[in-house]
């Protein structure tokens, strides 16, 4: 298949782009160019979609890494030629509330721990629906994996053996899921494959505590980590340069990926493989 891929330069995206280069494809990246723009046997066009999308062929895949408006999403779909769009969405694109898991049924809206990034994503997936064009929506949870761009991991195992403390916000004691970049490509990837219509949660399994988390990470570095708490930095009124994650619960369904035969590597196990083979590595 002819698959143009908007974004893809970074984290999840060249984990799909290897992920579809195996499977015979022909792949046309189309970005800005400022992060790893030096791949082979695709054909890359450098350009800021802000400024329209120069391309004149047809798709039979469009998936779309890095929307974070309606605007965007609109031009995307006005502007190309295809036959199925997917769209990266996200988890944070739900309507707070108190009851869980979240399934793809759940209301989408305002979340006010998310910000804008909420209400962009929401505008993305509304122009989505009301456009009548056959898509797909993946909405993954916090992503952790190898050359993470998000300062998550690091930013955890760095204090950890460093000695420096860790100051986890409000009680620490909120229930989180995160799933790993090499799960949310090949969900992409089976999704373009086989131009499965409809929206998707991209979670792991597991439900931890922030507490516990960072509890479990010291185990696999081999320290026992130093906390603290900051009850102040409870929910949306999280510091991110204090913690990465937000203490205010959040979890999701994650059946209808898993339906479709994705699987999930268990989080402490995956956390420990990355470690091993990139975490540990870094200063």
């Known amino acids: 298949m002819d698959i143009l891929i908007i974004g893809g330069s970074r984290f999840v995206g060249p984990l799909l782009v290897e992920n579809l280069l195996k499977k015979k494809h022909n792949i046309t990246l189309f970005n800005r160019g400022h992060v790893r723009s030096n791949y082979t046997a695709i054909n890359f066009i450098q350009g800021d979609r802000n400024n329209g999308f120069p391309l004149n062929k047809h798709f039979d895949i469009v998936i779309d890494m890095c929307a974070y408006a309606g605007s965007?999403?609109?031009a995307a779909i006005q502007q190309i030629d295809f036959d199925f769009f997917i769209h990266f969405s996200s988890a944070?694109?739900?309507?707070?509330?108190?009851?869980?898991?979240?399934?793809?049924?759940?209301?989408?809206?305002?979340?006010?721990?998310?910000?804008?990034?909420?209400?962009?994503?929401?505008?993305?997936?509304?122009?989505?629906?009301?456009?009548?064009?056959?898509?797909?929506?993946?909405?993954?949870?916090?992503?952790?994996?190898?050359?993470?761009?998000?300062?998550?991991?690091?930013?955890?195992?760095?204090?950890?053996?460093s000695n420096v403390p860790i100051t986890l916000p409000g009680d620490g004691q909120a229930l989180v899921q995160f799933v790993f970049a090499k799960e949310v490509a090949n969900s992409l990837s089976l999704l373009a494959e086989e131009k499965v219509q409809g929206a998707f949660?991209?979670?792991?399994?597991?439900?931890?505590?922030?507490?516990?988390?960072?509890?479990?990470?010291?185990?696999?570095?081999?320290?026992?980590?130093?906390?603290?708490?900051?009850?102040?930095?409870?929910?949306?009124?999280?510091?991110?340069?204090?913690?990465?994650?937000?203490?205010?619960?959040f979890l999701c369904s994650n059946k209808k990926l898993k339906s479709l035969g994705i699987k999930f590597t268990p989080l402490l196990k995956g956390l420990e493989e990355d470690y091993k083979k990139y975490y540990s590595k870094l200063d």
């Not at 056959?134 to 195992?157: M, Q, T, W």
């Not at 507490?211 to 980590?225: A, D, F």
Request: net charge negative; aromatic share 12%; hydrophobic share 30%.
């Open 72 to 74: 965007q999403t609109k």
């Open 92 to 161: 944070a694109a739900y309507k707070k509330t108190n009851t869980f898991p979240l399934t793809e049924e759940s209301e989408l809206g305002v979340w006010p721990l998310w910000g804008e990034y909420n209400l962009g994503k929401v505008e993305c997936e509304n122009v989505l629906q009301e456009s009548g064009i056959k898509f797909a929506s993946i909405r993954p949870v916090y992503i952790l994996g190898p050359n993470n761009y998000c300062d998550r991991e690091h930013f955890i195992y760095s204090r950890i053996k």
């Open 201 to 249: 949660n991209c979670v792991g399994d597991d439900r931890i505590s922030l507490q516990n988390l960072v509890e479990e990470m010291g185990k696999i570095v081999g320290k026992k980590p130093m906390l603290s708490f900051n009850p102040s930095a409870d929910g949306k009124n999280f510091n991110q340069d204090e913690f990465p994650f937000a203490n205010e619960t």
